[in-house]
């Protein structure tokens, strides 16, 4: 396996592409069933040979709980997503629509609200108390809901050319998810050029996806920026699909430097192809302030630890910005909290390219920002406008506080105004609130999520969650264009194939069991296993993956065993 791919090799490659583009306007749905459940017994195959070239990229020691990492965020996405296409698939080869047989909600504003979450008994066992939405735009009805649902699979002989996929370089499953979105919403064959961070995986990918390489339908490329550079501006790509920062969106659509602005200037792209994407931003966590118990602090400031630190911070949704009332008498405490968990959460390398520079960037622009455990950052007391922590990704373990003097319903009102106003990015949002409190606010906090601009909400979740949740839409607030691109353009992960997504809501229970059933809340679910506090989380993420591999039921014991231990 070489590092780069020259020229011949794409134009080769892009030249099969639009061979098996005829192929795969030939396979039946039955058929591209039948792929997706072969994917599915291949990746559960090759699973553990994905979580050993992930954990050799990453620098993790074998026996580290963040291995858990690995696997729910590598083989078992990849699982769960396969299985779920494979299921909407089989309903429109059957002549029914995706979401036949599921009561449909509504959501404020005249929404119709999908449930993504939970669907099956599995669903209700495993994450007992989650729950889940994807909420359409405003004046899409439940019958034009069931009508759109399936998209380009409606008809799948109109085939939509040959898509380029720039994969990421952070989560392992992002690639092949990405293509697989490609062909089936949008009924495009994929040419997908992996991050040059994850070539250890090129093998890996190659042995999972043998049968859509085998049909001409896929091919996987490496290189770096000139190779993709090359493929982006190929004349025989219809389509662009790329995840990673904006700043290398908009290298790719204007160009870089003065010829790049000039081109922004004057509205012509350097690249004339359509292009889609999955973009970053500075991620908030509003915390909505209550009266909490000492255990209530302590799982929380994980929580929120685990929200910038998992992965290392190298993710698109990592939490950057917490958003805080000034005058909670509880404040300080959670804080002290808040360091501790950053402080003591496992260390790890900083394996993604110019991470010791951003974290540079960050203590240059705060010089009074704390330095917590190795390469971590808290700057507390951030001023509320115009300053860089909340313009600047910094894809790093780099945290911020920002105070707010307001209180009650007032502070959760002028907390969604400062996430909407003031952070760069719309791909998602964290809401932190006791029971009590969301029930004292009542319609005024149905109504801040509604107001509340992000492609991903989660509710005393982290939005990383509906990442993992394969009928979740995954992507930014709609509206954005090239020209101000934010968090991109365009969703994927979809499974159920909905047009006129505008976003996906989780929730889950305020505190983990048992300690959930003594306060009245109705969920069984321990500390989640992609806490980075979880001690048992490489074990607990290989037996989910073992599990979803082929549901087994015997296997869940040890499943319950492994969570309820972390």
């Known amino acids: ?130 729950r889940g939405e994807v909420w359409l735009r405003p004046g899409v009805d439940a019958d034009t809901a069931r009508r759109r649902a399936g998209l380009a699979q409606l008809d799948p002989t109109a085939t939509g050319g040959v898509g380029a996929v720039l994969g990421a370089g952070n989560i392992t499953s992002i690639p092949p998810l990405d293509a697989l979105y490609e062909l089936f919403a949008h009924n495009r064959v994929v040419a997908l050029k992996l991050n040059p961070v994850t070539d250890p995986l090129f093998t890996v990918f190659e042995m999972i996806f043998a049968p859509l390489l085998e049909l001409g339908v896929l091919r996987i490329l490496l290189g770096g920026a000139e190779a993709g550079g090359y493929l982006v501006g190929h004349p025989g790509i219809a389509h662009v699909h790329m995840t990673g920062s904006a700043q290398t969106h908009d290298a790719i659509v204007w160009g870089r430097g003065a010829d790049g602005e000039k081109r922004r200037k004057s509205g012509e792209p350097l690249l004339r192809t359509p292009i889609t994407s999955e973009l970053g931003g500075v991620s908030p966590t509003i915390v909505l302030p209550g009266d909490w118990s000492e255990a209530d602090l302590r799982f929380q400031a994980e929580h929120v630890a685990t929200q910038r630190l998992h992965n290392n911070g190298y993710n698109c949704v990592a939490t950057q910005a917490v958003v805080i009332a000034r005058d909670w008498p509880q404040k300080r405490r959670f804080l002290d909290e808040l360091r501790t968990a950053l402080e003591l959460a496992p260390q790890r390398a900083a394996y993604y390219p110019g991470s010791d520079g951003r974290v540079a960037d960050a203590l240059t622009a705060y010089p009074d920002a704390e330095r917590l ?40 009102a002028r907390a969604v105004d400062f996430a909407n106003t003031e952070l760069t990015g719309t791909l998602g949002a964290n809401i932190i609130a006791d029971p009590t409190t969301i029930a004292r606010l009542g319609i005024a906090f149905d109504r801040a999520l509604e107001r509340l601009r992000y492609g991903t909400i989660a509710v005393n979740a982290w939005t990383g969650l509906a990442f993992l949740t394969p009928r979740a839409a995954w992507g930014a607030f709609p509206g954005h264009t090239i020209d101000d691109v934010q968090s991109g353009v365009g969703v994927v992960h979809n499974a159920f194939l909905l047009d006129d997504v505008e976003r996906t809501v989780v929730r889950g229970p305020f505190r983990p069991a048992p300690r959930s059933l003594f306060a009245g809340e109705l969920a069984l679910s321990p500390k989640p296993p992609w806490f980075v506090t979880n001690t048992t989380a490489a074990r607990t993420g290989r037996k989910l993956t073992e599990f979803y591999a082929g549901s087994e039921p015997v296997r869940l014991p040890g499943l319950f065993l492994s969570a309820f231990r972390g």
Do not use: C, N
């Open 1 to 130: 396996m070489g590092t780069t791919f020259d020229e011949t090799t794409i134009d080769d490659a892009v030249a099969d592409l639009a061979a098996g583009e005829k192929a795969w306007a030939q396979t039946s749905l039955g058929k591209r069933g039948e792929l997706l459940d072969l994917i599915h017994r291949r990746t559960a195959r090759f699973a553990e040979d994905w979580v050993r070239a992930a954990r050799t990229i990453k620098g993790l020691d074998a026996g580290s709980p963040l291995v858990g990492e690995e696997w729910m965020s590598g083989p078992l996405a990849l699982l769960q997503a396969t299985a779920a296409l494979s299921a909407t698939v089989s309903a429109l080869d059957k002549g029914r629509s995706p979401i036949d047989g599921i009561s449909l909600g509504s959501a404020p504003g005249d929404r119709v609200a999908v449930p993504i979450l939970p669907l099956d008994f599995y669903d209700r066992l495993l994450l007992s108390g989650f």
């Open 373 to 412: 455990g190795q390469g971590r950052v808290l700057v507390a007391d951030l001023p509320r406008t115009r300053t860089p922590l909340l313009r600047t990704e910094y894809f790093s373990p780099v945290l911020g506080v920002v105070e707010l003097p307001y209180s009650g319903g007032d502070f959760l």
